[in-house]
């Protein structure tokens, strides 16, 4: 061989640049992913703005123009996608328009989009405001000042109308549980009378405390129901559209940056504290992002005390053997596990082995309803905590086996028992290893989704886990997950085009989540790393 | 040497590891009150030797032990004698300065906390004195709350001898206390030392000649398990009994 070449190898010259080659690409696929994401879910929430286009058929569309690719039918011709809305008027979101066919294009200044709380997006030009009393026609001076008084007033009342409804949900719920439990009594064959005389009981007291609520609520419809503003579409078809189905009324052609700033986040607002609408693809995901959070939760209370023990056992009480061998090479394997068996395995053991018997023991007057016999939030938490505990454990030794013998033997010598030393001066050393495992297994169980999906996920829950009706902590509910919402909109949901810039603002949250909670642990280790700095001269 | 003055003695001690036996038959008394220096080449059993008289060695995997070890005429195998108890009343300083990750304060009372010590004005008083022992008190006194490993290496072996001290221990073990540290904070430790002699017995392991020559009072040297010699420093340095003695010391060997 050539000794340049020889030597040229010998120096480690292309090891050097294979290692730089492959750094590049697994930074240029990370910084992809997450520039695509915040590109595409930052953008999705700023007001775009509305075009009309005119077609050589004649045709008029007004809507939103999205992106464009090459026309698959005519080579060298591109076409682009719009966005007509107007989904009670037409099936189609989105059509797709050749280029060549417009002949015509505007950006009409008196053009609104009318965010709504079914059928989506409605687009088009207004033409009066009819209220209870008069009408108001849009060439008018005061028209806008008067619809977006109206449209507050009416948001305000919708706003009342939920809160009266959960008040009202919350009265059924003495009711509800009488009724499963009679059922359950009529499926044994038990006799009913006592359970009846108890039901005809609940639904009076319910029935008097109704009473002021729904008089209320009907209130509240009956001025609900006044108010429409007439909107003519693109086409010249005209539409009555209520006040009470919308959600914002944009005239987005004519807004300023500031406008245009304040209805961006207003919409990030409603994205991360409101409750999800349209089969999740429109609306918030408060639920999704509360529920991951509090599993995250349950699961890191759960897993760390665990995982700790175990690997205190592990280092400092047990002796080297086959059996802690086996132990240590039996969690080694247990992190490679396809997630879905866990899953598998949470519903068996959990779920149908556990929860079952706890219905039978507590629960067994609403029996075959099930409580915990069912998935829930406790059964997921248990079962990420089963995923992610070697995780915490090796994390566990390895700061347990970073403690110097020499600190463990000061203590000794001062006459401190094993678990003095071990409580009071080991494990405050380990804590930074400890924390480390901690990390690793939130980002773990932040980010699965595959073994909650039949330990207690669901699509739409219609309660949080946590509220104010006690226990607060409803740990047998069902919840919501940012992971499996990500799976549910952008896979599952009947309008996936129009829910795409939702999913990706979905995983922005949940990186953003992962990430926040990555860094706080991070920030909290490293302090308990600067103290623990010089411990060995 | 009165019977009431020795703090420390071993009756034919054999002890080891397993089948090696580092230790062979080793008589010896040591003085109450006085600093004794254990010296000898590496693996002689210096260490071994003084981890015998709070029982340290038992920790260790094989270790086995014959013959008697005395501390203050009693047996430190005496079953009635707790080996808590034995370590509250034999203080021991390591090789490298060895702080808990905790305050300056909590260190220093770790001991008499485990002992259940609670009354806080007592616990100050032992803070202040043990810390004074050491020569410790007017570096730190301002900055009790502070971390112990924010101090230096000398000083922080100043505290690990405070944290002894706080026990009220009769003797004090150090097992090459110097070793890690610079030439100044070594003769801030010397000093130390000798000033605590008047109060505490201290058996002290040293590789280094000098030291041993300028604190202790007496002199033991071992050589492969055995002790070789032991007596007056002054007159061990000067005239030692034995040829392998005098040889140690002129550095033929070691």
Known sequence: MNPAIRHWLAEGTPQRWLAAAAVLIALTMIVGLIWVVVQVAGSYFWPTPLTEVVLADGSRYLGEQWDSEPDPDAPGLYRFRFKVGNRDLQVQDFRWIRETEVIERCKPGNAWVLERREYGNFYGYPERLELAERTVRSDERDFAAIFRRELRNSLRLHAEQRRLMKQADRLHHPVSRLLVRVNAARFRGEDTASLEVELTQARGEEQESLEPIMVRLDEVRA????????????????????????????????????????????????????????????????????????????????????????????????????????????????????????????????????????????????????????????????????????????????????????????????????????????????????????????????????PLMVTGVVKLAPTLPFDTVPPFLHLERKFMHLGFHIFDVGFQSPNVEAAKPMVYATVLVLLVLVVVLNLTAIMLRNRMRRRLRSAVV | MSAAAIALETRDLTAGFGAVEVLKEISMKVAGRRITALIGPSGCGKSTLLRCFNRMNDHLAGFFSRGEIHVGGRSVYDPAWPLEMLRFQVGMVFQKPNPFPMSIRDNVLFGPSLAGLKDQGELDGILERSLRGAQLWEEVKDRLNELALELSGGQQQRLCIARALASSPDILLLDEPASALDPIATAKLEETLLSLADEVTILLVTHNLQQAGRVGHRTAFLYLGRLVEMSETAAMFATPREKLTEDYLTGQFG
């Open chain 1, 223 to 450: 001025e609900l129901a006044e108010g429409a503003l007439v909107i003519a579409t693109a086409g010249g078809q005209e539409r009555s559209i209520p006040l009470a189905a919308m959600v914002r009324a944009l005239p987005v052609n004519t807004l300023g940056i500031a406008a245009k700033t304040g209805v961006y986040l207003s919409r990030w607002r409603e994205f991360l504290f409101d409750d999800p609408r349209e089969s999740n693809t429109e609306g918030g995901i408060f639920p999704a992002l509360f529920g991951t959070a509090l599993m995250v939760l349950i699961m890191t209370v759960v897993v760390v005390p665990f995982g700790v023990i175990t690997a205190v056992y592990l280092n400092e009480y047990a002796r080297e053997s086959v059996f802690t061998n086996a132990v240590r090479l039996a969690l080694a394997n247990l992190a490679g596990v396809p997630s879905i068996v866990f899953g598998a395995f949470g519903l068996a053991f959990f779920v149908y082995t556990v929860g079952g018997g706890i219905d039978r023991m507590f629960f067994a007057d609403t029996l075959p309803t099930p409580t915990f016999g069912t998935g829930g939030i406790l059964w997921a938490s248990l079962t990420l905590a089963l995923l992610t505990v070697p995780v915490v454990v090796v994390a566990t030794e390895e700061g347990l086996q970073s403690v110097p013998q020499t600190v463990r033997d000061g203590a000794r010598a001062l006459g401190a028992t094993r678990w003095q030393t071990l409580r009071r001066v080991v494990l405050p050393y380990a804590t930074p290893g400890i924390l480390t495992g901690t990390i690793l297994a939130i980002a773990r169980a932040a980010g699965e989704v595959a």
